[in-house]
């Protein structure tokens, strides 16, 4: 089944413009040996997701081949009601078939994001859409971030990581905040490891439990850290902490000017990742 192309997500934008401004690869800093465990178990869950989603692709198809010969079969019956019946379960394995055909793009997708470097422009660009969830999670969604409103976030999650990352990466974490509001399956690729679709959906609806606002900032604080390299002090990911970060980004992404332009919209947005292509 072919997928009708969208604007492109954030994803892809930020992708871009940072391999623009940064060039090769960037390679990994020492100082992020603590988030390298944290990479690894992502992308080892991405990894057996996706192999469980090609199974059920696979298994989907087969139900397509054999409802096509029940169809044929039927047909050759010249009975009405033997054909209408095999024309229903077509239509239903084809359905099946095309929803878990999508599914296995998407956890392929984020098998490339989740087993990209720490420091990658991919991993910049899927930090600035994670802020940009978070503005969506503390209902301060559609707004527009500069590198002075950037810089103070980043402070705020953690401090010294602004002046620790260089121009691409920064380049990257802008354009995934504001290329445009998050689908639901951005949020998979992103977030996939960390939270159910139930718990991304909450997030994306503005208004989640507390507790998964603070599992997303703990999420970006220890993303942040492996992108510039910057060690999260000692207790910053106790819960107290976290609440008092939630409280100083809070009120940062609400002082941020809203968009005069629409967002990608959400909800199948085209979704290009490095390794995996496009959605």
């Not at 954030?10 to 020492?30: F, I, T």
């Not at 090609?54 to 009601?81: N, Y």
């Not at 990257?172 to 689908?183: C, D, H, K, V, Y």
């Amino acid at each position: 089944m072919q997928f009708r192309k969208r604007t492109l997500s954030a994803v892809v934008a930020a992708v871009v413009s940072a391999s623009l401004a940064a060039g090769p690869a960037l390679m990994e800093p020492a100082s992020a040996a603590s988030s390298r465990a944290v990479v690894t178990d992502e992308c080892a869950n991405a990894q057996a997701a996706h192999a469980v989603a090609v199974s059920t692709k696979a298994s989907a198809h087969r139900a397509v081949v054999k409802a096509r010969k029940a169809l044929r079969k039927a047909k050759h019956s010249h009975r009405a009601a033997r054909i209408r019946k095999a024309k229903r379960h077509l239509k239903q394995a084809n359905a099946r078939y095309a929803a878990r055909t999508r599914n296995e793009q998407v956890q392929a997708a984020r098998v490339g994001y989740a087993c990209a470097a720490p420091t990658s422009s991919s991993r910049a660009a899927g930090t600035g859409m994670k802020l940009d969830i978070l503005a969506i999670a503390t209902g301060a969604g559609g707004k527009v971030l500069d590198g002075t409103g950037l810089a103070s976030l980043l402070e705020s999650l953690l401090p010294g990581s602004s002046t620790a990352l260089n121009a691409g990466q920064l380049s990257a974490l802008l354009s995934g905040f504001n290329t445009g509001t998050p689908s639901l399956d951005d949020a998979r690729v992103l977030l996939g490891s960390a939270f159910t679709p139930d718990q991304l959906t909450a997030l994306l609806g503005g208004s989640p439990d507390p507790t998964l606002v603070l599992a997303l900032v703990q999420n970006i604080i220890e993303q942040l850290s492996g992108l510039s390299g910057v060690t999260v002090p000692a207790g910053a990911l106790d819960p107290s902490a976290l609440q008092g970060v939630v409280t100083t980004v809070t009120g940062l992404l609400g002082g941020l000017a809203a968009t005069t332009t629409g967002g990608s919209g959400g909800g199948g947005t085209l979704i290009c990742l490095p390794l995996v292509g496009c959605l």
